[in-house]
Each structure stands twice: as structure tokens, then as C-alpha cells.
């Protein structure tokens, strides 16, 4: 006997046309973020890293004025914000351009989901296999593809995903396109050197030690850090591909404006806010992310005087 629209299944009317399920995934994504930060702002590690360290965050403290402790709560508090920042937009698109079918929103969930969760396999490059992070990944990544698969078949699509008409042409667009392209080429460097070289040259100035040093400490201190460093640059990557997508393909109308302005508080906010916090000042270093914030500001503030689509 087939399902009739008043005899159907709990799991069927949890998942609905799929959209819960991503929803769900973005509420999941938006409390890990708040959680790390309210870890490292404590400047607590978690349980898992100070077993896998041999260290706490008080012993370590202790040594080369407690820079080594603060350098990973600003990696953390950072990657956060970042988490917080890709929930609260799938949120929106979830509940928002797939309610009314639009198929470019299925898109850049997909392909912003792809890059944030293929960021886990950075721990092969420097060997710290976190375990609630696969938790974590293991639970999230079956809700996330569950929601894809079931909306690929089940939402009405009446939009083809088409282009907005010359985007080029809305400065507003144009300047967050850019930011986007800036996110996706600097989350791939910070991935890149988190796996191989770890620091850059403004990192070991404000540590004040070097990379010999801080093995002395633990070798596995520089594998821990070095997993903050890549995540942080998978989730960057992950915010630039949302943004594209949305920059190019969205009315951003008031929802989607408010969406971005919540997600670039909290991912553009974080970034910056905690540098002052630890003392790490460095103008050189900051620059990237200081001219992205300012740009995205620009952009969203020059979007509603953009025109329709």
C-alpha cells in the first residue's frame, strides 16, 4: 500500500524534501563554531589535544611567555568564526532560495560542501588525525549528502541556475566576487602551508622562538598547530566558494544581505578581533584580511543600490 499524504513515515516527515537535513547541518556548523570559540577564548585545549600533546594549556603557558598558547587560540577562535560564518549561509540558502527552488543554491551548498569536508584529509600532511574532528565529520558529512541527494530529487527546481544578468556590471557584485576569489586562493595557501611549512615569517616573530624550539617543547606540538592551520585555510576556502556562488547567482535580496552581514561578523570579525586580543599587531600579516573586511563592507552596503537582476 502506497503512502498517502496523510499516512507517511516520522523519518519521511523529518527529512521532508531534504532541505531540513541541510538546515540541521548549518545549525550543527553555527554551534561548533560558537563552541570553538568559547574554548579557545578560555584558552583551553580540548581533551583529546592535551593527550595527544603531553602538554596542558597551563604547562605551556608557563614557557616563552605563553605566545605559544595564544598563537593556537587565534588559529581556533579564527577557524570558528570561519564555521559559524558557513552555517549561518546554508541556513539561509536552505530555508531561502531551495524553498523556492532555486537550483544554483543546491549547487553552491554542494560545491562548498565539498571543499569544507575534503579539508578534513589535510591531516595527512601533517600526520594529526583529530578525533573529534572525524567524529564530528563522521556525523555531519552522511546528514549533509543524506539532505543533497534527497532535495537533488525531491525540490521543485523552477530555476536553471542561470547567470544573474552581467554581474560584472553591479559594482556591489564585482567587489564581493573579489573578496570570494580572495577567500578561495587564501584558504588554499593557509591549507597548503599548514601542511608543509606550518609559519610564515610574521608567525615566528610573534612566537619569538623557532621551529627547532617549539619541537623541543613536544614533536607533536608543531603537527597540532599545523592541523589548526590547515583547517582554518579548508574553511576559508569553503566561505570564498559559498560567496561566489552567492555574489554571482543571488538576488541578494534582505534575507540574503542579512545572511552575509551575519556571516561576515562572525567570520571576517573573529579573524581580526583576536589579533589585537593575543598582541599579534603585525600590519603586513593582517593586511589580507583587513582590505577583504573592508571590501566585503563595500560590497554588501553597494548591492542594494545594484539594481534588480
Excluded: K, N
Excluded at 78 to 106: N, Q, S
Amino acid at each position: 500500500m502506497r503512502d498517502t499524504p496523510d499516512d507517511v513515515s516520522l523519518a519521511r516527515l523529518l527529512v521532508g524534501d531534504g532541505r531540513p537535513l541541510l538546515a540541521v547541518s548549518g545549525l550543527v556548523l553555527v554551534f561548533a563554531g560558537a563552541f570553538a570559540v568559547f574554548v579557545a577564548a578560555r584558552g583551553e585545549f580540548l581533551p583529546h589535544d592535551v593527550a595527544f600533546l603531553g602538554m596542558t594549556p597551563q604547562s605551556l603557558c608557563a614557557v616563552h611567555g605563553c605566545r605559544v598558547v595564544h598563537f593556537m587560540v587565534h588559529d581556533r577562535v579564527a577557524f570558528g568564526g570561519a564555521l559559524v560564518a558557513i552555517g549561518t549561509v546554508y541556513l539561509w540558502l536552505a530555508l531561502g532560495p531551495m524553498r523556492r527552488g532555486e537550483w544554483w543554491a543546491w549547487r553552491a551548498t554542494a560545491a562548498s560542501g565539498a571543499v569544507g569536508f575534503a579539508s578534513f584529509l589535510t591531516y595527512l600532511g601533517y600526520g594529526y588525525l583529530d578525533t573529534w574532528h572525524g567524529a564530528a565529520t563522521a556525523f555531519l558529512a552522511p546528514l549533509f549528502l543524506a539532505g543533497l541527494a534527497v532535495s537533488r530529487r525531491r525540490v521543485g527546481w523552477v530555476s536553471d541556475g542561470t547567470p544573474t544578468r552581467r554581474p560584472w556590471t553591479r559594482s556591489g557584485r564585482v567587489a564581493l566576487l573579489l573578496v570570494a576569489a580572495g577567500m578561495v586562493c587564501g584558504g588554499a595557501t593557509i591549507a597548503v602551508v599548514g601542511m608543509t611549512w606550518v609559519f610564515v615569517p610574521e608567525d615566528l616573530a610573534f612566537l619569538a622562538v623557532s621551529r627547532g624550539e617549539l619541537d623541543a617543547l613536544s614533536a607533536r606540538l608543531v603537527p597540532l598547530i599545523a592541523h589548526d592551520r590547515a583547517g582554518f585555510g579548508g574553511a576559508v576556502c569553503c566561505c570564498g566558494v559559498l560567496l561566489a556562488g552567492v555574489a554571482w547567482h543571488s538576488a541578494l535580496d534582505r534575507a540574503a544581505r542579512e545572511a552575509l552581514a551575519v556571516a561576515g561578523a562572525a567570520g571576517f570579525g573573529s579573524a581580526i578581533l583576536v589579533h589585537p586580543a593575543i598582541g599579534y599587531d603585525d600590519l603586513w600579516h593582517l593586511t589580507p584580511v583587513l582590505v577583504g573586511a573592508g571590501a566585503f563592507v563595500w560590497g554588501l552596503w553597494r548591492v542594494r543600490d545594484d539594481g534588480p537582476r
